[in-house]
């Protein structure tokens, strides 16, 4: 009996179960909820969406909605949904120049379809190279599209390139497994990398201390079409930030950076 339950573990362990494709109607259904309620300012077009038991986190705190950024009607200049249909999620990037704001939210959904987790990271003055209204201008000149059958890159890919990026921190050997691209662009708060030449690159900058704390408390959402991976951390080198790391990989290189991160209402320092 013993071996044989060994036997079943190994075998479970080696053959992961085919992923039940969750249903992308159902997860665009909830992020338009989402956007519609923090255009209002009011979860009331969440509503029909919500688990009885959901939880709002803002800027890696999990708090009352009604005190979170949600409930601030924004009028919105951008919004983008990516769609994890593995692990059943969306990521949303939202720019708002007046509010001002920018806002990046992963949404987490449960077995039945319904809305238990609203994680938000809600960049503005006083957050990381903050400027609602250049973000949106270069923002625009970026084509996120979606990337044709047959040239997408395989999720665990995706992942492991934001997951080498979010390392260089504290591992001297994370950026030889960064899959740098050209061109590449970085958009951080409002600091753009971009010259719009084919030879934009994104290894400027990049940390030379590798002895740093890490990025920890990792959370992803991984859109395969759009070669996309959104990951929130804790920022934990620079005042134990809320941040927010979203790549994009063409042809399994890296071609877009953006961040947002925010030091708990204080003035970003490192
Ligand atoms: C929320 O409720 C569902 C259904 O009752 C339950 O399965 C789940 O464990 C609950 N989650 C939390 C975080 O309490
Ligand atoms: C933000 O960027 C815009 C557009 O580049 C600029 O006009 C504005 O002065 C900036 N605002 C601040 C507070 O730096
Ligand atoms: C690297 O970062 C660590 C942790 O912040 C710091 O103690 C050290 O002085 C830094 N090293 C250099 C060369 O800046």
Redesign the pocket.
């Known amino acids: 009996m013993k071996t044989f339950l060994l036997g079943f573990c190994a075998l479970v362990a080696a053959t992961p179960l085919p992923a039940v494709e969750c249903d992308r109607a159902v997860l665009l259904k909830a992020a338009d909820a989402y956007v519609a309620s923090q255009t209002a300012g009011s979860i009331e077009p969440l509503q029909s969406v919500l688990a009885g038991n959901w939880t709002y986190t803002e800027n890696n705190k999990v708090i009352s909605h009604t005190k979170g950024v949600i409930h601030k009607p924004l009028k919105l200049d951008h919004r983008r949904t990516n769609t994890d249909l593995v692990a059943c999620a969306t990521y949303t990037e939202l720019i708002s120049a007046s509010g001002p704001y920018t806002i990046a939210t992963q949404i987490r959904h449960d077995a039945a379809g319904k809305v238990n987790s609203i994680d938000t990271i809600a960049a503005t003055t006083n957050s990381w190279l903050f400027n609602a209204t250049k973000t949106l201008e270069y923002v625009k000149q970026e084509k996120w599209d979606v990337i044709p059958e047959g040239m997408r890159d395989k999720r665990e890919v995706i992942q492991a390139a934001g997951d080498a990026y979010m390392s260089m921190w504290d591992d001297a050997h994370a950026h030889e497994r960064v899959p740098w691209g050209t061109p590449c662009t970085r958009l951080e708060g409002s600091a753009y990398t971009g010259k719009g030449r084919p030879d934009d690159s994104c290894q400027p900058g990049i940390p030379s201390?590798h002895?740093?704390?890490p990025n920890t408390h990792r959370r992803y959402v991984i859109d395969v079409e759009m070669g996309s991976v959104s990951i929130f951390c804790v920022w934990e080198?620079m005042m134990m930030a809320a941040d927010s790391h979203e790549f994009r990989l063409e042809n399994g290189k890296l071609r877009y950076v953006h961040t947002m991160t925010e030091c708990g209402g204080k003035p970003c320092k490192l």
Do not use: I, L, T
Request: net charge neutral.
């Open positions: 201390n002895s740093q704390a080198h």
